[in-house]
């Protein structure tokens, strides 16, 4: 969510080294990342105004091209992203632009899946045939499995109480 105190985008080695500050917007939140296919390219929710892609070299962020202003978390499989986006009050449905190539080209986004009500945090599967996310659907925020189609939902987790954002592990 939201913090107070100022945010950037920063890349590091995982084997250690020094961290380079890719971006110099002093956000007041930074989060929900996502590399593009070729790793060129940072997709990432910086501040207001919904998702943007940012050079991995530097520079500012960019408007993905077609997401509202009130978009968020992306996930990237392939040339397709999946993100969250608020309508009508407070609820939150998912979206996919379906690109053509890794850089993420303008194609109008289209409703995926959607409930009465939020759904949220979604995440490809490592192969992009499933996508894992979040809903409130049946009142607190449990772990969801859909087809990458939308399709299928079903409910993963019961833990009667918020079981956060789902994220694939590297081998599905």
């Not at 609820?91 to 759904?119: A, F, H, M, N, Y």
């Amino acid at each position: 969510g939201t913090a107070a105190g100022s945010w950037d985008l920063w890349v590091q080695s995982l084997e250690g080294g020094e961290a380079r500050r890719v971006t110099s917007e002093d956000f007041g939140f930074c989060w929900a990342l996502a590399w593009t296919p070729d790793g060129s390219e940072i997709v990432v929710n910086c501040g207001p105004g919904g998702i943007s892609r940012v050079d991995v070299a530097g520079g500012r962020p960019r408007h993905v091209a077609g997401v509202g202003q009130d978009a968020a978390q992306p996930s990237i499989r392939g040339s397709r992203m999946v993100y969250a986006q608020r309508i009508r009050s407070a609820r939150r449905d998912l979206w996919r632009v379906p690109g053509r190539t890794s850089s993420l080209e303008s194609r109008p986004p289209e409703r995926l899946i959607t409930s009465t009500q939020t759904d949220l945090a979604p995440d490809y599967s490592p192969v992009g045939r499933r996508i894992a996310f979040a809903s409130l659907r049946r009142g607190r925020p449990e772990i969801w499995l859909s087809d990458a189609d939308g399709s299928n939902p079903v409910q993963l987790t019961h833990f009667e109480r918020s079981a956060g954002a789902p994220r694939w592990s590297p081998d599905g």
